[in-house]
């Protein structure tokens, strides 16, 4: 066992008993749906098609089959610690108010039955074995992270966001400024479907949670953390581009979101899909273990030096890498990064390319024909952008070279030159050419 749930011994109390009875009950039940699956496969959900996700499902829906709930009922109903939660008659039973993440009704029907849902879903996307105990120390947690609710407190929260195209090595994590990313849960005997993008990694946000507890019979949700809130878009634009960065042109990648959901100690709250429009994977990247400290490090430099100013630049290479159909729209996409470094004049194209030479070629005599080549470049480009068609192998060739000069660009800013990351992309351009 993992044990990374295990928390200190307290005196036990009614209701952790309770549910921990209960607990054990789940981890046979979900012992027995594998061992049955391995013979018979999963029936069909409605779920997207990813199979992390319908194992989730199948997971949440067991605990409803257990009938044994009066006793925890009867438990929640004598714990004088949880007194604000209890039913009172002629009263709405206290509405919890997450904020950030929405909320519901705490009666006995609703509120213990999440808990256990909670701890089988978190032990099921931290790769947990199903192990009584281990699910066990996960209630009592979620037990006093209840108690710490009734007091006024916040509780600790993770967003759980998954990426395609990318896998780590077994037992590997990598330690990113934004959380942990760890592979998928296996799903072995779940069908995989064909023209999807698939969960192959999870990124394990942490979030602070405010709660809120009211009676009324309509009651606003807090706002989510803003710290939270920032990290987690910080995390799902800028960890494809650390990947991306840290990869060579054989092996680029860059692993785009295909779900989130929250892990709260006390609720399921199901998951949300953001639009993507990207084209299904033909295969994924499994990284090596030095390309897994390449990642980590990419990323920290990321965000240690990222600038909004070059936003745009992390979004267009991302999407030329990852997303992109068209050989032309890669091409135009990695020649916007160009632009969005350093600028746009009516002498573009040699200020430009200009530019992007002096950082990337310290040899003097071998930047003219760098400057030349970036100008075809940047030419067939324009060519293109303006409704003019090429030859397939030269516009391969040129987006090739396009999106290969853009990540060489970042790199040496985010690595070298992180004194041009505040300035703007004109005063970029005339740092290098007059320095």
Not at 13 to 27: E, F, H, I, P, S
Not at 274 to 297: G, I, K, M, N
Not at 299 to 324: C, K, M, N, T, Y
Not at 346 to 364: D, G, H, Y
Request: hydrophobic share 45%; with cysteine; glycine share 6%.
């Amino acid at each position: 066992m993992n044990n990374q749930f295990s928390v200190s011994q307290e005196q036990a109390d009614q209701l952790t008993t309770a549910l921990a009875a209960v607990a054990g009950y789940y981890c046979d039940a979900i012992r027995e749906q594998e061992a049955a699956a391995a013979h018979f496969g999963h029936p069909d959900l409605p779920v997207p098609d990813d199979p992390v996700l319908e194992k989730m499902g199948l997971i949440s829906s067991l605990i409803y089959r257990h009938p044994g709930y009066d006793a925890i009922a009867a438990a929640l109903a004598a714990d004088k610690s949880l007194e604000a939660l209890h039913h009172l008659p002629g009263q709405l039973d206290p509405f919890v108010a997450m904020g950030g993440y929405g909320g519901f009704r705490a009666d006995a029907a609703n509120l213990l039955p999440q808990i256990l849902i909670g701890a089988a879903v978190k032990m099921y996307f931290h790769g947990e074995a199903w192990d009584e105990a281990t699910m066990q120390a996960i209630v009592r947690e979620s037990v006093q992270d209840l108690r710490r609710v009734v007091n006024g407190g916040p509780v600790a929260g993770e967003q759980v966001i998954a990426f395609d195209g990318l896998s780590l090595p077994e037992g590997r994590t990598i330690d990113t400024p934004w959380g942990a990313l760890r592979n998928a849960p296996s799903t072995p005997n779940l069908r995989i479907r064909f023209f999807s993008r698939f969960a192959r990694v999870l990124l394990f946000v942490p979030i602070e949670i405010s709660v809120k507890l009211d009676r009324a019979a309509e009651v606003p949700i807090p706002p989510a953390n803003p710290n939270d809130s920032r990290r987690i878009v910080e995390a799902v634009t800028r960890l494809p581009l650390a990947c991306c960065l840290a990869l060579d042109q054989a092996r680029r990648v860059a692993p785009l979101e295909t779900w989130r959901t929250v892990l709260t100690p006390f609720t399921y709250s199901g998951y949300s899909q953001p639009y993507v429009f990207a084209p299904p994977r033909s295969h994924t990247v499994t990284l090596t273990p030095p390309e897994c400290d390449e990642v980590e490090a990419w990323a920290r430099s990321i965000q240690d030096h990222h600038a909004e100013s070059i936003d745009v630049s992390a979004f267009r290479l991302v999407s030329a890498v990852g997303q992109r159909l068209a050989i032309a729209d890669k091409l135009i996409d990695a020649v916007i990064v160009w632009e969005n470094l350093f600028g746009t004049t009516p002498e573009t194209s040699f200020r430009l390319c200009a530019a992007i030479t002096k950082l990337l070629e310290p040899e003097v005599l071998k930047r003219l024909a760098l400057m030349k080549q970036l100008q075809k470049v940047y030419g067939l480009r324009s060519t293109v952008a303006h409704g003019s068609t090429s030859e397939g192998a030269d516009l391969q060739g040129a987006a090739n070279e396009a999106i290969e000069t853009a990540v060489r660009c970042l790199r040496a800013m985010y690595r070298d030159r992180v004194d041009l990351m505040p300035l703007r992309s004109k005063d970029r351009a005339d740092t290098l050419l007059l320095s």
